[in-house]
């Protein structure tokens, strides 16, 4: 039961459908917010159900297929899909079963990845290769079945799945306890922090999870108290459910304590507006483009720009923005992140205008590479000043390379500046 409970809401999920939120344009009033967010919780209504549909119809298939049967000892996914066709006289049965599980299995992985994702560029402020992001996520996933079944062999698949599952549970308090003291901060929430009644029965749903979670942990621990003589053992679980309930306190209580949960100001990019030079040189060219990344080296690039640019040259200043929404929904994405760069970008234009600069702005989505390409044809651009951060090696592959796919896209001159 602790099992279908973290494998049907998964925590994980719980970030993921949080950034949902953000991913699409919606008109910033009352009205508007109210309504993306009820319409992000028939999504996230709809998604859940038809999850614990899926498992309700795997108990019902085990009663009603096996139990009834008198086949009791069906306890594994690989004697069921043998079973299946003889009990149920359908050879269509077991390749249902299969396909079912196959989908299964890659709307888990999906949804990992996503979430995965979204961790790693809010909380860690991590921008890697999309392509090693990806290949991280899976290993760290994949690992550890890989190893029980090179260790065990594949007899001990199915108590890893249950394990899988239960630690799944046993994580959901981390997520769901901040996030309920997000929402019911009238500071940070405003007019949509969430009812006193919506917040009882919040805390209600999470004790008993918490409470069941605990009661399993505590019953599973002294069974193996009970048959174990191993002290080191012994000592690991102790040390294990301190550390769990200790971090389940914290949780709770620290956000209490500071009240102030979110900063002030949030950058996604952990930088400030660069000082621009004051002198310029003469002119090149009539239309420049300058791909940024929001890093220091974003004033070495627009200084060799306003070096080739004249009174009437216009600065095409391009970022590509790369976050989950973006990579999703292109242009229509709304999230935080896209509406960051896009102030970003104005105030850079600003900056510039104050100079007698003619600049503006241009937003991409998805691809650095390829976004780069198209925004300078797009807007006719005769130079591309470009920044190199002079990583080589394995770095590449894991920050990803631009330039050589620029440069060698484009019939235009790339002035490669390495601050």
Same mark, same amino acid.
Do not use: C
């Given at each position: 039961?602790?099992?279908?409970?973290?494998?049907?809401?998964?925590?994980?999920?719980?970030?993921?459908?949080?950034?949902?939120?953000?991913?699409?344009?919606?008109?910033?009033?009352?009205?508007?917010?109210?309504?993306?967010?009820?319409?992000?919780?028939?999504?996230?209504?709809?998604?859940?159900?038809?999850?614990?549909?899926?498992?309700?119809?795997?108990?019902?298939?085990?009663?009603?297929?096996?139990?009834?049967?008198?086949?009791?000892?069906?306890?594994?996914?690989?004697?069921?899909?043998?079973?299946?066709?003889?009990?149920?006289?359908?050879?269509? #049965?077991?390749?249902?079963?299969?396909?079912?599980?196959? /989908?299964?299995? *890659? !709307? @888990? %992985? =999906?949804?990992?990845?996503?979430?995965?994702?979204?961790?790693?560029?809010?909380?860690?402020?991590?921008?890697?290769?999309?392509?090693?992001?990806?290949?991280?996520?899976?290993?760290?996933?994949?690992?550890?079945?890989?190893?029980?079944?090179?260790?065990?062999?594949?007899?001990?698949?199915?108590?890893?799945?249950?394990?899988?599952?239960?630690?799944?549970?046993?994580?959901?308090?981390?997520?769901?306890?901040?996030?309920?003291?997000?929402?019911?901060?009238?500071?940070?929430?405003?007019?949509?922090?969430?009812?006193?009644?919506?917040?009882?029965?919040?805390?209600?749903?999470? #004790?008993?999870?918490?409470?069941?979670?605990?009661?399993? /942990?505590?019953? *599973? !621990? @002294? %069974? =193996?108290?009970?048959?174990?003589?191993?002290?080191?053992?012994?000592?690991?679980?102790?040390?294990?459910?301190?550390?769990?309930?200790?971090?389940?306190?914290?949780?709770?209580?620290?956000?209490?304590?500071?009240?102030?949960?979110?900063?002030?100001?949030?950058?996604?990019?952990?930088?400030?507006?660069?000082?621009?030079?004051?002198?310029?040189?003469?002119?090149?060219?009539?239309?420049?483009?300058?791909?940024?990344?929001?890093?220091?080296?974003?004033?070495?690039?627009?200084?060799?720009?306003?070096?080739?640019?004249?009174?009437?040259?216009?600065?095409?200043?391009?970022?590509?923005?790369?976050?989950?929404?973006?990579?999703?929904?292109?242009?229509?994405?709304?999230?935080?992140?896209?509406?960051?760069?896009?102030?970003?970008?104005?105030?850079?234009?600003?900056?510039?205008?104050?100079?007698?600069?003619?600049?503006?702005?241009?937003?991409?989505?998805?691809?650095?590479?390829?976004?780069?390409?198209?925004?300078?044809?797009?807007?006719?651009?005769?130079?591309?000043?470009?920044?190199?951060?002079?990583?080589?090696?394995?770095?590449?592959?894991?920050?990803?390379?631009?330039?050589?796919?620029?440069?060698?896209?484009?019939?235009?001159?790339?002035?490669?500046?390495?601050?």
């Amino acid at each position: 039961a602790i099992g279908i409970i973290g494998a049907t809401v998964m925590p994980h999920n719980l970030y993921l459908h949080s950034a949902l939120v953000q991913t699409r344009k919606i008109k910033r009033s009352d009205a508007g917010i109210k309504r993306a967010l009820k319409l992000n919780f028939i999504d996230s209504t709809v998604a859940l159900n038809l999850a614990f549909l899926v498992n309700a119809a795997i108990l019902i298939l085990a009663a009603s297929v096996f139990f009834i049967s008198g086949r009791t000892d069906v306890a594994a996914i690989k004697t069921a899909h043998q079973l299946l066709s003889p009990l149920l006289g359908s050879r269509l #049965a077991p390749i249902l079963f299969a396909i079912a599980l196959i /989908a299964a299995g *890659q !709307s @888990s %992985t =999906i949804t990992g990845t996503l979430a995965g994702q979204i961790v790693m560029e809010g909380y860690l402020n991590l921008r890697i290769n999309p392509l090693m992001r990806r290949l991280l996520t899976r290993i760290i996933a994949i690992a550890p079945a890989v190893i029980v079944i090179l260790v065990y062999g594949e007899n001990n698949i199915d108590q890893l799945l249950i394990f899988s599952q239960v630690l799944l549970s046993l994580q959901l308090g981390f997520a769901i306890i901040p996030l309920i003291h997000i929402v019911s901060n009238r500071q940070e929430m405003g007019t949509f922090t969430i009812k006193p009644l919506m917040q009882l029965t919040a805390w209600l749903i999470t #004790a008993v999870l918490v409470y069941l979670n605990i009661k399993m /942990a505590i019953e *599973q !621990s @002294s %069974t =193996i108290f009970a048959n174990s003589q191993s002290v080191f053992g012994k000592s690991i679980l102790l040390a294990g459910g301190a550390g769990y309930v200790f971090l389940l306190v914290t949780t709770f209580f620290y956000p209490l304590v500071r009240r102030k949960m979110i900063p002030a100001s949030l950058h996604v990019h952990n930088t400030v507006v660069p000082a621009l030079p004051e002198h310029i040189e003469a002119p090149v060219y009539a239309t420049i483009a300058v791909a940024l990344d929001f890093s220091k080296t974003d004033a070495y690039l627009l200084s060799h720009a306003m070096g080739q640019a004249s009174a009437n040259t216009m600065l095409v200043l391009i970022h590509v923005v790369e976050s989950v929404s973006a990579n999703i929904f292109g242009t229509d994405a709304d999230d935080f992140e896209t509406r960051k760069d896009q102030q970003k970008l104005d105030e850079y234009v600003q900056l510039l205008n104050g100079k007698g600069v003619l600049a503006k702005g241009v937003l991409g989505f998805k691809n650095r590479t390829k976004e780069i390409v198209k925004l300078v044809k797009q807007t006719d651009a005769e130079l591309l000043i470009i920044g190199a951060h002079g990583h080589k090696g394995i770095k590449d592959w894991i920050y990803g390379t631009t330039i050589e796919a620029v440069r060698h896209q484009l019939k235009i001159p790339v002035l490669i500046v390495r601050a």
